[in-house]
């Protein structure tokens, strides 16, 4: 069942949500060769912490990590581990934080050192699909329309893998709520996006094929083809003209241009 969100309890949602923000801009800060993922989530998990919220996915369903860090050919639910990053490693984290009986989710993509041209294709049009779709979570607009626009502009024009098997969601109370919000799909189809909706929209787009399986720890998720996967997420209010975006790249994208060992001209 769909739950709309008061506006104070949006309120309480963007605090959340800007608290995921904050950690992933201190990711920026940090990343480069020879750092590790798990420095990374040891860095988010005190960081979540002394901030008085608690994060989202450590303990989700046994999961045992408070990020998902998904490297290359890994698509999402990455175990953060010991092995150091390199130079053109792309590094997908995904952070959760619950705070004020309320989450916050959402995920960004980044690349260290030099990358491909195609790579960074991937990467650019990606996080492009992300606010085209953004544009569609007005009230009367369905479901279908998101995935829609997200599927037609990476896959039809741009000829990359859209992931089936993986979609976005409501978000509130629970990390995951109704609708699903696939990255995929046809207009005019779906549950209709209603005033206070808070849906976490999240294009997981492959550099080749569609198709993905599942690592034996039970959790990560990795591209068939062994190619590159990229994956930008943001949280999103419905409203009637425009909606409002809860998360915030601004101060990420700020603190990766100014990492020298960060790719940016994507």
Known sequence: MIKPKSNEEVELMRISALMVSDALSLVA???KPG????FINKMVDEFIHDNGATPSFKGYNGYPFATCISVNDAV???FPNDRELIDGDIVSVDIGVFKNNFHGDHAYTFAIGEIDSETQRLLRVTKESLYLAIEKCIVGNRV???GF?????TEKKNGFGVVRELVGHGLGHKMHEDPQVPNYGRKGIGPKLIDGMVI???PMINLGRKEIYTESDGWTIRTVDGKVSAHFEHDVCVRPNKADILSNYAPIEAAEKKNPNLFWSY
């Open 76 to 78: 999402v639910h990455g």
């Open 35 to 38: 750092i590790t993922s798990a």
């Open 29 to 31: 800060k940090e990343l």
């Open 144 to 146: 279908g329309d998101i």
């Open 149 to 153: 626009t997200v599927q037609e502009y």
């Open 200 to 202: 976490a929209i999240e």
